[in-house]
């Protein structure tokens, strides 16, 4: 159905000369549209029913900006620095990204229950019909009523005049709005990877300065780090040897020192459990077949990590932090489950498809005098996914 032609357009100069309210009508004539009730919502001006509806919906706006200014303060001052479990602060660090959650969410959510209670309480009631029509009318025309509507709108829904509400719902938006600024360009600057011994995500509990009670990077140990397999049962130590694996075999291990012990103490029992449970010690070892291992390609720098045909791997997916935990012995592809990302075994676990853009990383090893697998050190390459990407 079409909208009926409107008689009596007028012209160019005859639109300068119209006034707000006949420039709406207009518009709605040209719309097709045709007004069949419309009610203010507050026909009495200045009740105490009107100004409670007012005081409310002003309280929303200023809690949306409170929990704006929440947002901001945790973002700015929340102790976020890396704490390992059983250290003192680890509470607060957990807390961290839920609470930035938390407070973000009741912002908009507050700020939106204003705007939906503003929108019930004062925007006048009405009901409206329009013909289906073709697009026609000057665009002076089009402009000029559809600014006049505009106008119409802003003043039938007397907001302009409603401070109390303007104050809060400015304090909310731009509380909010100034967070979300902060913390976009905020995650720009905090780099995690930056001063390589002071940053936390640099170190694992391959290190021999870790210290796997309190899961703390600390003094030099020079204690040597074993590979561990795990059985199942956390205080049980099974200790690596190359012959326990055959040609094409894969073996997640974790790191254990002598200084871990055997779960003779509590300490010890503590300590196993943080070996296993750390998330960034968990690595892939992989036993290459002698002809595979041949034509595999080092990674500059890194020439002397793998032992033999014995390449380790991390466990932890460059893309966002999975456990990479597939290795096909036919492709010598290492595949991560969650976003399908493939990394190539034979060229330093280099991304060959899916969405991971970096190699995984890899971990020096060799044996001792008596035979057992050791790390020669910890990760020189960042573990897991990095929003800020190695330069090197
Ligand atoms: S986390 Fe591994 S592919 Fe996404």
Redesign the pocket.
Known sequence: MTAKPLENVPSDDELDTLGNEELVKLGTALDGVELVYREPRWPVPGTRAEKRAERSIAIWFALGGLFALAFLGVFLWWPWQYQGMGQKNYGLYIAYNPLLGITFGLSVLSIGVGAVLYTKKFIPEEIAVQQRHDAGGSPKIDKKTTAALFTNALESSTLPRRKMILASAGFGVGVLGLGAAIGFLGGLIKNPWAGRAAAPLWHTGWSTRWDSLTNTYGAPKNETVFLRNDIGDPYKVQLVKPEDMDAGGMMTVFPWRVSDGFGETEDSRERLLNGLKAIRNPVMLIRLRPEDSARAIKRKGQEDFNYGDYWAYTKV??????P?SLYEQQTNRIL??????QFNALEYGKPVF???ARALAQLPISTNEQGYMIANGDFIEQVG?AFWEATH
């Open positions: 997916c460059s893309h966002f932090g999975c990479t991560c489950p969650c976003h399908q990302s899916g969405p991971a996914p």
